[in-house]
């Protein structure tokens, strides 16, 4: 690390020294069309090497000899033009569009620039404006809805939660499905360290400072991703950060101010209200009391001769009213300049993000400092770049309470009956409210879990690269890149301890008689080092071969090394209440520590081998030596192959509306290796589960260790994934109209599977490779400009995406894997199905049809489990719409999920708690299960004639006493429609902007997740936050989460 | 020009040679730096394991299970947790947990300490690992009436085990204790180190011995209904040999009482249950106590006249039953033994051997032994055992009954899925024709729970687990939860 802050200083250094030259012309490139500065406009001098490009306000600056006769200027999507040089020095230039411009250039793998017309495969690249037009916090949160194939969600509705990026879909059964991201062509540490289902601190990939992005490229097929080997499986993001542009020094800022609430709130039954089996009980958490009456009753404990009084009706936007609204900043200052030799690129963000519950105990600060600098010399280039990244995540607990130990904010809340004023409870300490007198003993006051419980985690974290460039001939040249990527964190997690007074209202003073378990406290905590070192060294070499041939490509080697070290030291059962330190407790710390470590070689090679510049193939192939696999059985070849047709260039189309038709086909196989140590069979510190709670060693001061549970195997190989790809992109009426058609089909096959065994064979898994899915989909993008003048530009982008995915075979004597779970509810990858099914118990039926009831009227459930659908949506469609009149911009997305289901840990208190509206059937009244028999013992069936009785109704909705037809109520719709982002800018004229002395400014002002609607069965929560990480299981659903986030705001951003 | 060619060549020369050679040996860093290579386990470490393993399951979730099936205890009405077990509808998917550790955990466990320490005739641990291998055994036996034994705990070698019969699994594991038995363990002591492993004896050979012939006395009478030839042969065997019984508790009783070294069923539903009052006194039980005056009562329920709940009418509303709001609690600690097999049960099982093969000589002051230390393992003085309890006579029937309800009172909390086992093996405590809400209710009869689904018929046994039925297909077709098992009545 040290000597990559070295060099990195010496660049910078050489850099701001290098500027020295004959004259400078300087320019300013902008569009016919709308008259806007074009960014990255190549500008060459006629007839020399060397260059520059315009920077994001279509400015240039370039040193030219006195012998310099003529500039270049070429852009993306632009006719070329030559400009002579006279003798001002400055030249300005207006580009006219050119539908035949076919020039684009992005991204591919391995940081290889690359025509877009010469790919044979998809690939989607999404610019600055794009990903920030509304200030997010991470990378991901202006992408949603905008490409076809790629599933963007934040799982957490807490600031800095983590974002879940999936690919072309889930094929994966328990291995990774996550993407590579790879910024300046090294590969990013993302995981997502410190967290669990109860505290999300964020994947790592959201410390990248959006403000610094200049384009993320996504590849999304094998063909795409091939270079990438053993961990390109599941896709790849490129992220190419702003650099240094040649020109005066010139600062950017930028500043948002969002303000940050709640998007979507349960909405709950409102016609009755506190108490349990039809009666009225005021210590009761639950919604089974009698129908409101408008009245007033007295409610909670006695305290001092005194009791508080409520009208016993349902308090409107009770959960909503009790939250607040945060506070969301997000600033950035960016300065660049050099010459055409040197080039230097500072910037510094700042987030500060306060979420919805009060106090900042849900915040999340971060701070980034970009330094990156770029030299030529001769033949010689080299540039580099450090980054830093300081952040600071709070968040309140969610999921299920550590029982015993402190309670979960989301499960108190949603344990206050509908007549009890929540916000009102915030005055914890109040003594009505504090820990004796809350009203119920089931159940904590939640903002005692805001203000006494909480976590803490802070990371620092350096990532950077140098390259290194030699341009042996004109069409070779060779390229070194080390990168490194260190995060160092701390976690603290802790809960106060409490308990109610001997005799007071929750130590049994109620009238149940019920006492509420004292909170031991605790103290954990945490360490986490992750660390990734990536050296490649490549040769690339571009040649026109002949009149018709042209060929391009590269060679390399590439040495990965990463790996991790956590370790936690927790206690439990404080002494001093409120004092979190892992000495303050009669117990002894417990502490555990993991490391994990693998290496990766890698060599490849890749050729594309174009024909009079309309036929395009490429070859490419990888090949892995990894170390998480078997040592004899370590190695593995990927290869692709990729053709593009560019129809419209090789036939004359000029008679016909079609303006552009391109064909392109691909075949690659990826695949991704294992987690380390899972070759050699090895002992664990035993730790035996009791069900709730363990019996850890060591014991009696004796050490134990136990053989662990999983088998592991020196026979296995790399999961591999095969993939076809066709696809199309057309357009028509001077590309008014666009269309980008892709079919894939790919099959994850061999798939390293911890295989469920039977536990009487001594371990309940066996490391096996087995089991595939294939996946087939179809990505339609489609553009549309209906109005392009001078001062309105219309542009409407349709994504489609339809994904099949279907579990093609698992290990033999196993028809199912089990992905997560929650009571009797299962998430399995079954044959035949799609990855990713909800089973269940269901009713029964007789062989005439009825339902079988039991002696007391309940159904009886299944034996067996039934689907009751898979989490995979029908179909996801985008529509991004951008309007431009003159300088005002309105842009907005929507996000259509169709279909699928999930599992409401919130709906399942919601209905044991009788909040949830579906509990009101019947109107609480006596009923005996509609058409329904009694199974008699000689196998004969009569009618049933035993009802629900009103005081039994609350057992009719809760899992332990009715599992036939609890989990219907639990499993919901997954549809959703949002609106994912609206955004309305207006460029400043130039007279204002002049007086400040900047060269543009454009303020705007924009919301996130500004609207949701769910589907009619789903009043409970939005089905893409989970608390379950962000893989498949996270799929399941959740387990009383944090619903999720809106924001609202307006940003100004300035160039000077 | 040329001299930068030499510089390509070197330079991908090597890469080339770093790939092919170096590649191996950097690659080289798959052993786990978290978890010791299983070569390098001991029967030291192992032993103690399964042991807590054993302890943590029969002692814990199982002592849950058998506590609310023999009625001592019943799922309060103000909350859920073991409605399931309550209503006798466990299915496939409940239990799992214990099905996987007894046998992952505990099991594996002993068996790869017995193999390690007969490659280095270590008879020691082979006899203490292949004791506790047996007893553990026993209990997956008792409750699922088959399971594999014979293809079991062989790992990659058999992925797909059969099951076999309970009684071969029985003789199967009393020739393994006597296999062990048949060794020299005795003549060299366990260091000092090593008897800490041992928390049943502290590494006391001569009541490990003991121990094992109870074990086998005890499996021995399991088999009376079914194999009462085998069963009379093995007792008597185990009298001709003179073999000697357990006088003294064999169990862990020094839990520290902090977080996760606790008693386990104290841990499972007290301390990691937001709800500390999930099980209340089962009139069942109460009634039985209170009406023998049995001063018992106060060690487990913490009080002298509890208020109890029918055994299994968690629906009760407030109005139909005032009282359960505050019915009593099971009194439980941190620092709650759990025994493996009682002083008291030994003694217990002497006097049934004693009446059905030697004509009941020597059974009278068997069975008062085992009533005293009854008391005595709750801390109480012998002197306050009940003058009832004392007296011993009539028929054998009559005989067998009174043992075998002093064995159940003597089983809860610490031991009591022995107390459901031995009702299922005896018909004892008997069950009751009416609710005991009936006035004509025989105080600690057994009552058919009011939610129970299984139509009037009591639970025998626990259907094959899903662990197993999901992923073993030799696992056989499932048998109902009230048919008995192989050694039942």
Wanted: charged fraction near 20%; charge should be neutral.
């Amino acid at each position: 690390m040290k000597k990559l802050l070295q060099s990195l200083f010496i660049l910078v250094f050489f850099a701001v020294n290098a500027m020295a030259q004959d004259r400078t012309i300087t320019g300013t490139v902008t569009s016919a069309d709308d008259k806007l500065p074009i960014p990255g406009v190549s500008v060459k001098i006629q007839g020399a090497a060397g260059g520059t490009s315009t920077d994001s306000n279509g400015k240039f600056s370039i040193k030219v000899s006195s012998s310099a006769k003529a500039l270049e200027f070429s852009s993306i999507g632009f006719a070329a033009q030559t400009r002579p040089i006279g003798s001002s020095n400055v030249i300005n230039v207006v580009l006219t569009t050119d539908s035949k411009a076919l020039g684009e250039v992005v991204v591919t793998a391995l940081g290889v620039n690359k025509a877009t017309k010469t790919l044979g495969y998809s690939q989607s690249t999404l610019k600055s404006a794009e990903v920030n037009a509304s200030a997010p916090a991470s990378l991901f949160g202006g992408l949603q809805g905008k490409v076809a194939g790629v599933n963007i969600s934040n799982t957490s509705g807490a600031p800095g939660g983590s974002t879940k990026v999936i690919l072309r879909g889930y094929s994966s059964i328990t291995g990774s499905n996550q993407p590579l991201y790879v910024v300046d062509g090294v590969p990013l540490d993302n995981s997502t360290a410190g967290s669990d289902n109860n505290y999300d601190f964020g994947n790592n990939a959201n410390d990248i400072d959006p403000n610094n992005i200049e384009s993320i490229s996504i590849l999304k097929g094998s063909a795409a991703t091939a270079l990438y080997g053993s961990r390109g499986s599941n896709g790849v993001l490129i992220v190419t950060t702003k650099k240094g542009a040649a020109g005066k020094l010139k600062v950017d800022l930028s500043t948002a101010t969002t303000i940050t609430n709640v998007a979507s709130v349960y909405k709950l039954q409102d016609q009755f209200g506190q108490g349990w089996d039809g009666t009225y009980i005021p210590s009761e958490n639950g919604n089974w009391g009698p129908k409101y009456d408008g009245q007033l009753r007295s409610w909670g404990a006695i305290v001092d001769n005194s009791q508080l009084l409520k009208p016993y009706s349902f308090i409107k936007n009770n959960v909503r009213d009790a939250l607040t609204t945060g506070i969301e900043l997000n600033n950035n200052i960016a300065l660049s300049g050099g010459n055409e030799n040197s080039t230097a690129y500072f910037s510094y963000g700042n987030i500060y993000s306060n979420g919805y519950l009060p106090s900042d105990n849900d915040s999340y600060k971060r701070n980034n400092f970009t330094l990156k600098g770029a030299t030529k010399y001769g033949k010689f280039s080299a540039d580099a770049s450090l980054n830093y990244v300081g952040k600071t995540t709070k968040f309140i607990n969610q999921g299920g309470a550590n029982s015993g130990i402190g309670s979960s904010f989301y499960e108190d809340i949603l344990q206050i009956p509908g007549d009890i004023p929540i916000k009102d409870l915030q005055d914890y300490k109040n003594k009505f409210f504090n820990v004796d007198n809350y009203f119920t003993p089931y159940a904590e006051n939640p903002y005692y879990s805001i203000y006494e419980n909480g976590s803490r985690y802070k990371s620092d974290r350096i990532y950077g690269n140098i390259n290194l460039n030699y341009k042996a001939t004109d069409w070779l040249s060779f390229q070194f890149q080390q990168g490194a990527d260190i995060d160092n964190a701390i976690s603290k997690i802790w809960h106060n301890k409490n308990a109610p007074s001997p005799g007071s209202y929750n130590a049994g003073g109620n009238i149940e008689g019920s006492s509420r378990a004292a909170d031991a406290g605790d103290v954990i905590d945490g360490s986490v080092k992750t660390f990734e070192y990536d050296s490649k060294l490549n040769a690339l070499f571009n040649k026109e071969l002949n009149s018709h041939f042209d060929l391009d490509g590269l060679v390399g080697v590439n040495y990965n090394d990463r790996g991790s070290r956590v370790l936690t030291t927790g206690i439990e059962d404080l002494a001093i209440p409120g004092f979190y330190q892992i000495n303050n407790s009669a117990n002894k710390p417990t502490s555990t520590s993991a490391e994990s470590h693998r290496r990766l070689f890698g060599a490849y090679a890749s050729a594309t081998l174009g024909y009079n510049k309309y036929l395009y193939l490429t070859v490419t192939g990888r090949n892995d030596w990894s170390s998480t696999l078997p040592q004899d059985n370590n190695n593995y070849f990927y290869p692709a192959s990729s053709l593009a047709f560019i129809a419209s260039q090789a036939i004359d189309f000029s008679k016909t509306p079609i303006s552009f038709l391109k064909i392109r086909a691909s075949y690659g196989e990826t695949g991704s290796d294992t987690d380390p140590y899972r070759v050699f069979n090895s002992a664990t510190r035993t730790s035996v589960p009791l069900g709730f709670g363990t019996l850890t060693f060591p014991i009696f001061g004796v050490p134990g260790y136990s053989i662990s549970n999983q088998l592991n195997s020196n026979n296995f190989k790399p999961e591999r994934v095969k993939e076809v790809e066709l696809g199309a992109e057309i357009r028509f009426l001077q590309d008014r109209i666009g269309i980008d058609a892709t079919y894939y089909n790919k099959l994850r096959k061999d798939q390293i599977i911890p295989l469920p065994i039977d536990p009487a064979t001594g371990y309940s898994s066996y490391i096996v490779n087995f089991g595939s899915v294939r996946n087939k989909g179809i990505e339609l993008a489609v553009n549309i400009k209906p109005i392009k003048t001078t001062d309105i530009d219309w542009n409407l982008n349709y994504t489609f995406t339809k994904e099949n995915s279907k579990v093609t075979e698992l290990p033999a004597g196993l028809d199912k894997v089990v992905l997560n779970s929650a009571y009797d509810a299962q998430f399995v990858a079954r044959v035949g199905q799609p990855l990713g099914i909800i089973e269940a118990p269901t009713r029964t039926y007789s062989p005439s049809g009825q339902v079988i009831v039991d002696a007391n009227g309940y159904p009886v459930y299944s034996s067996e489990n039934v689907s009751f659908g898979s989490t995979v949506p029908d179909f996801v469609m985008g529509l991004a719409n951008q309007f431009r009149y003159k300088d005002f911009s309105l842009s907005f997305t929507l996000d259509w999920h169709k279909g699928g289901v999930f599992y409401s840990g919130t709906a399942d208190l919601l209905n044991f708690v009788g909040a949830d509206a579906k509990t009101t059937y019947n109107d609480r009244r006596p009923f005996i299960v509609p058409n329904s028999v009694q199974k008699l013992a000689n196998g004969t069936y009569v009618e049933n004639t035993t009802p629900i009785t009103e005081a039994n109704t609350d057992d009719f909705y809760y899992h332990t006493s009715n599992k036939a037809d609890a989990y219907a109520n639990r499993i919901l719709d997954r549809s959703f429609l949002k609106l994912r982002e609206a955004t309305l800018s207006y460029n400043l004229p130039k007279s204002i902007v002049g007086k400040i002395g900047a060269q543009r400014a454009s303020v705007s002002v924009f919301g996130r997740n500004l609207v949701t609607w769910l589907a009619k069965n789903n009043n409970t929560i939005d089905p893409e936050v989970s608390n379950f990480g962000n893989d498949l299981g996270s799929e399941f659903g959740e387990f009383r989460t944090a619903p999720p986030v809106r924001f609202f705001g307006a940003s100004l951003k300035v160039s000077f | 020009m040329k001299n930068n060619h030499i510089k390509y060549k070197a330079l991908m020369f090597s890469a080339i040679v770093f790939l092919a050679f170096g590649c191996k040996k950097t690659l080289d860093i798959n052993v786990s730096p978290n978890n010791p290579l299983i070569e390098t386990t001991t029967p030291e470490v192992l032993f103690p394991s399964a042991v807590g393993s054993t302890a943590g399951r029969v002692g814990g979730d199982l002592t849950i299970l058998g506590g609310i099936w023999a009625q001592y205890y019943t799922q309060a009405n103000a909350s859920n947790q073991y409605k399931t077990i309550d209503s006798y509808a466990l299915t496939r998917n409940d239990f799992n947990g214990s099905y996987n550790e007894l046998f992952s955990g505990a099991l594996a466990d002993y068996q790869l300490a017995i193999n390690l320490a007969k490659a280095k005739s270590d008879w020691r641990y082979n006899l203490m690992a292949t004791v506790m291998k047996a007893y553990t055994y026993q209990v997956l036996v008792d409750l699922y009436d088959k399971v594999p034994y014979t293809e079991a705990l062989k790992g990659v070698e058999n992925l797909q085990p059969k099951f076999d019969d309970g009684y071969t699994i029985y003789v199967g594991l009393l020739a393994e204790i006597d296999a062990a038995l048949a060794k020299d363990y005795s003549s060299i002591a366990l260091s000092s180190d090593q008897k800490k492993t041992d928390f049943l004896f502290g590494g006391d050979m001569s009541l490990w011995t003991k121990f094992a012939n109870t074990l086998k006395l005890k499996m021995y009478l399991r088999m009376v209904n079914a194999k009462p030839a085998e069963a009379q042969a093995g007792i008597t065997k185990l009298y001709t040999d003179g073999a000697n019984f357990l006088t003294t508790n064999a169990g862990l009783a020094a839990f520290d009482g902090t977080p996760d070294n606790s008693n386990p069923f104290y841990e499972y539903n007290i301390r990691r249950l937001n709800t500390t009052t999930n099980l209340r006194a089962s009139k069942t039980f109460t009634s039985w106590l209170t009406t023998n005056n049995d001063p018992r009562v106060n060690y487990y329920f913490g009080t002298a006249n509890p208020t109890p709940m029918n055994q299994g009418d968690y629906t009760a509303t407030a109005t139909q039953q005032p009282t359960y709001a505050s019915a009593t609690v099971f009194a439980q600690t941190a620092k709650d033994p759990v025994w493996f097999i009682s002083a008291a049960e030994s003694y217990l099982m002497q006097a049934e051997a004693l009446e059905r093969y030697y004509g009941g000589t020597g059974a009278l002051a068997m069975y008062q032994n085992g009533v005293r230390a009854a008391f005595t393992q709750v801390g109480l003085a012998t002197t306050s055992v009940p003058a009832s309890y004392l007296v011993y006579t009539g028929t054998f029937d009559q005989k067998l009954e009174k043992i075998i309800v002093q064995k159940w009172a003597s089983f809860a909390g610490s031991h009591s899925l022995e107390g459901f086992f031995e009702q299922e093996r005896t018909g004892y405590p008997k069950t009751s024709a009416v609710y005991s809400t009936d006035a004509s209710y025989v105080a600690g009869q057994w009552v058919y729970s009011k939610n129970g689904v299984t139509s009037g018929l009591f639970p025998k046994r626990l259907v094959f687990p899903a662990s197993s039925r999901d992923r073993n297909s030799n696992t056989p077709a499932e048998v109902p939860i009230t048919t008995k098992v192989w050694w039942g009545k």
